[in-house]
């Protein structure tokens, strides 16, 4: 079985400060984590994925992770935050088969 | 990569009606997946393809929804007797091997009045 949660439903940040969006997962065995996000009455887009290596992962539109085993998160993060970033940010552990998404965080990066 | 296609964009229906929603994964991949998404909340899932083999289905679909995906490559997701709690965003997913991300389309949004 597979769970994860995204304890914060909104996250505000300032333009051009850090943002952190958390999540914490429970997998099975070696886990597959995802980030993706959602536009305004857009579909969702992959962001980032850890599989195996480096905790920090770096995914698109300058986005990174952090993998944390011993706490079971992978928290996203970007140093610089911009008005574009304001979206829906799932994360999302994966099994062999289904993927299992939380119930979102909204930023809102405050101009 | 064409990406992920699904049709129709949006429906209408009344509530008892059946209806189908179709979803053309990219070509070479394998995976497909379905999921429902209703305002406010992640994408719940409801079914996972591998190649024409429906290998997982969710306990919370009922016994009204059924999917297919007959050749391996398109997919239907077939609702019957609609219900007022049917309505949302239906999504389709399709991914290569295990591990690879998912490709979202961009959804078919149901209306059940």
């Known amino acids: 079985a597979q769970s994860v949660a995204q304890p914060e439903d909104q996250v505000n940040v300032a333009e051009g400060n850090p943002l952190t969006v958390k999540c914490t997962y429970s997998?099975?065995?070696?886990?597959?984590l995802f980030w993706y996000v959602q536009y305004p009455n857009r579909g969702l887009q992959f962001l980032l994925k850890y599989i195996t290596g480096d905790n920090l992962v770096k995914g698109s539109y300058g986005f990174e992770a952090e993998f944390n085993k011993s706490q079971t998160s992978f928290h996203l993060k970007k140093p610089s935050a911009l008005v574009s970033d304001s979206a829906l940010y799932f994360c999302a552990p994966g099994g062999y088969q289904k993927v299992t998404f939380g119930t979102g965080t909204k930023l809102q990066v405050i101009p | 990569d064409t990406g992920v296609s699904q049709n129709p964009r949006h429906k209408i229906t009344k509530r008892g009606q059946n209806v189908t929603f179709r979803c053309d994964p990219i070509?070479?991949?394998?995976?497909l997946y379905w999921y429902r998404q209703t305002l406010g909340q992640g994408p719940e899932f409801l079914t996972y393809?591998?190649?024409?083999?429906?290998?997982?289905k969710s306990r919370l679909l009922s016994d009204r929804f059924s999917a297919e995906r007959p050749k391996g490559s398109f997919s239907t997701l077939e609702i019957q007797r609609t219900e007022q709690g049917d309505s949302a965003m239906y999504l389709c997913?399709?991914?290569?091997?295990?591990?690879?991300?998912?490709?979202f389309g961009n959804g078919t949004r149901l209306t059940v009045t």
């Open positions: 393809f591998q190649n024409e083999a429906q290998l997982e």
């Open positions: 070509s070479e991949h394998n995976r």
């Open positions: 997998v099975s065995g070696n886990p597959y």
């Open positions: 997913a399709s991914s290569t091997v295990e591990g690879s991300p998912l490709h």
